[in-house]
């Protein structure tokens, strides 16, 4: 087993060969600061930065590909929000995995991905699959089949899609200041499905943000069922 490690942070490439030894105890481990003066090679597994050195104007994965490096490749970094995601993605990389993630899950992705497979975070994931519209509203444990899906606008209400039952219930929390965290203690749902709850609520109300939510679903009638539903 023949492992890429890429990270121009010392302290962090010796945190990395711990993690791939967890998975690997024999691998041979060839570990890099910077993309610079590579050659053409085969890894069984890449384990990258996103903004190192020598990757020059383009991505770093392009840099490697470029250079004759070829094996899959998991992006390890500290930048964890959504826009990064799609970036490390599209680019070819085969995981996006944020540096915060714990040693032990760390390995098992970076094993997931030498035998073919792929990896992104769940909450990443679940961001992704909103942003593209393709979010099936599961709520987690005891719930079997998807919610409603989005049906046609709304044309009285003035809703782009009619809000699901679960959304008419986080609605109707948002509407008495309820946080995520207690949105979701309420309604047995983890926060991560809360805040995306409220993301399509705010996307099909067309509101800027809660408060504005909240106002429009009064202006459209929506805010009496949404309370009941909630209670």
């Known amino acids: 087993m023949k492992i890429l490690v890429a990270d121009d942070h010392p302290l962090f490439r010796d945190a990395l060969e711990l993690s791939i030894r967890q998975a690997w105890a024999d ?29 020059g104007v383009g991505d770093p994965v392009t840099r490697l590909r470029k250079a004759g490096v070829e094996g899959p490749v998991a992006v390890v970094t500290g930048a964890e929000d959504l826009n990064t995601a799609v970036e490390v993605l599209r680019c070819g990389a085969d995981a996006f995995l944020p540096k915060t993630t714990p040693r032990r899950i760390l390995a098992q992705a970076l094993r997931l991905v030498a035998e073919g497979g792929s990896f ?52 109707g929390m948002l509407a008495t200041g309820a946080t995520n965290k207690e949105i979701g203690r309420q309604l047995s749902l983890q926060e991560v499905t809360v805040k995306l709850h409220t993301r399509r609520i705010l996307r099909k109300l067309g509101a800027r943000n809660r408060t504005d939510a909240v106002r429009r679903a009064q202006e459209a009638g929506l805010l009496n069922h949404g309370l009941s539903a909630a209670s």
């Open 27 to 55: 691998a041979e481990i060839v570990s890099i600061g910077s993309l610079e003066r590579l050659g053409a090679e085969r890894f069984d597994l890449i384990v990258l930065d996103w903004r190192m050195p020598g990757s």
């Open 120 to 171: 992104v975070p769940k909450e990443i994931a679940l961001e992704l699959l909103l942003h593209h519209g393709a979010f099936a509203e599961c709520d987690g444990a005891g719930d079997d089949l998807p919610e409603q899906a989005d049906g046609e606008g709304d044309a009285e209400s003035g809703v782009s899609s009619p809000l699901t039952d679960r959304e008419q219930q986080v609605l």
